[in-house]
């Protein structure tokens, strides 16, 4: 059946490490975003892509970075730049109407 | 600079009456509005959905309501049951398919 994966849940990273979350989808979506959740605030968009090969840099972009390579998949990679990289990540896909969201993975530095 | 703001971070409600959530912005470009709610560690699921050409859209026990001059809007839900005890979440967008601005969230407990 159809819907939008991330993966891992979890995640634990060292300072300094980069690491990368995996956002798939089966929904023939063009668009799919990345947002960032923390305690006590919304959801703030990192970057998104309206369609393949395209992305662009969100709200909060500084200290990650994307690709998009095929329609189906947006991974997301946090960079040792992010100064505060603990947090709810979120990824979304979007038709024309809702946006769908995955389970999300929580990244936490240690 | 928050262009969706939602500034009650909770609300309590008694199991039966109505919940009513609040939500406002400030960009008079924003034409397509959604409501979403949030369990913790989950990703949000979509409740309902009202496009700038409307001032109403009901789905079930939810109702949307738009006021465009004033730039708010409002999600009710009648009757609040516990199992709506959760974040909710409006955002806006410019049409159906761009980019979604969110607000901060109503934490909404339903009490017996």
């Known amino acids: 059946d159809g819907g939008i994966t991330q993966s891992p849940k979890y995640l634990f990273r060292k300072e300094g490490q980069n690491v990368t979350l995996s956002c798939e989808q089966n929904l023939n979506h063009d668009a799919m975003y990345w947002y960032r959740q923390d305690p006590g605030q919304g959801l703030r968009l990192i970057y998104y892509?309206?369609?393949?090969?395209?992305?662009q840099k969100g709200d909060i972009a500084e200290g990650y970075s994307v690709s998009r390579e095929k329609k189906e998949s947006f991974p997301l990679t946090v960079t040792s730049a992010q100064k505060n990289p603990t947090a709810f990540y979120l990824c979304?896909?979007?038709?024309?109407?809702?946006?769908?969201f995955g389970q999300g993975t929580r990244l936490t530095v240690v | 600079d928050q262009q969706v703001k939602q500034n009650s971070p909770s609300l309590s409600v008694q199991e039966g009456r109505i919940s009513i959530l609040n939500c406002d912005y400030t960009?008079?470009?924003?034409?397509?509005f959604l409501w979403y709610k949030k369990y913790p560690a989950e990703g949000p699921t979509f409740l309902i959905s009202?496009?700038?050409?409307?001032d109403k859209n009901e789905d079930g026990r939810f109702t949307v309501f738009l006021n465009k001059s004033a730039k708010h809007l409002s999600l009710h839900i009648v009757p609040s049951q516990p199992g709506d005890s959760a974040v909710y979440f409006c955002?806006?967008?410019?049409?159906?398919?761009?980019?979604?601005?969110f607000g901060t969230g109503t934490r909404l407990q339903v009490t017996l």
């Open positions: 955002a806006a967008s410019f049409g159906t398919a761009s980019k979604l601005t």
């Open positions: 009202i496009s700038s050409i409307k």
């Open positions: 892509s309206q369609i393949v090969n395209d992305f």
């Open positions: 979304a896909s979007r038709s024309n109407t809702e946006a769908f």
């Open positions: 960009n008079s470009m924003f034409d397509y």
